[in-house]
């Protein structure tokens, strides 16, 4: 942005006088996104994450979601330049702000959530080391107790699970 100046000297018994012309340029630069998250994975439905930003100099910005996730696309990030987000992804997903100003455009770079599934322990068996699978086997299974066991005896934890 270039703007053009005059500056006018005058004597002080005004009989004089000089007009200089000046001209002063500002870089144009695209909209500015400061864009955070609190924890980039969660647990499928059970996480969520908090998104916060900062947008200087936009006129417009929208929200993108790949894939869609339509309460973030549909928000309206042009009326909350500097605001905050909770999200709830079922599925991993990239979250963007994309903002237009006077000076250019900035696509924002997306910031991914990735969501895993929760783990499951399907089996869970605790024994006397090295007893496990032999004809003496000191075992408890889930909320089972080992009986007669000696402090200090080292035990070994056995688990099956999904997703772990």
Do not use: H
């Amino acid at each position: 942005m270039t703007t053009e100046y005059t500056l006018l000297c005058t004597s002080l018994d005004g009989l004089s006088a000089v007009s200089i012309p000046f001209t002063v340029s500002v870089a144009a630069t695209p909209p500015i996104i400061d864009f955070t998250y609190d924890k980039g994975v969660i647990i499928e439905n059970k996480g969520s994450t908090l998104f916060s930003w900062n947008i200087r100099g936009a006129t417009s910005c929208t929200g993108v979601s790949v894939p869609s996730d339509p309460d973030w696309d549909s928000y309206d990030f042009t009326g909350n330049l500097k605001s905050s987000k909770t999200v709830s992804p079922t599925v991993t997903t990239d979250y963007s702000i994309s903002c237009t100003g006077d000076w250019g455009s900035n696509p924002g770079q997306p910031r991914t959530i990735t969501v895993i599934p929760e783990a499951v322990i399907t089996k869970f068996k605790v024994c006397v080391a090295g007893t496990e699978g032999t004809p003496g086997e000191k075992c408890a299974q889930s909320a089972g107790t080992l009986e007669d066991i000696d402090p200090g005896t080292p035990l070994e934890v056995f688990w099956d699970s999904v997703d772990a």
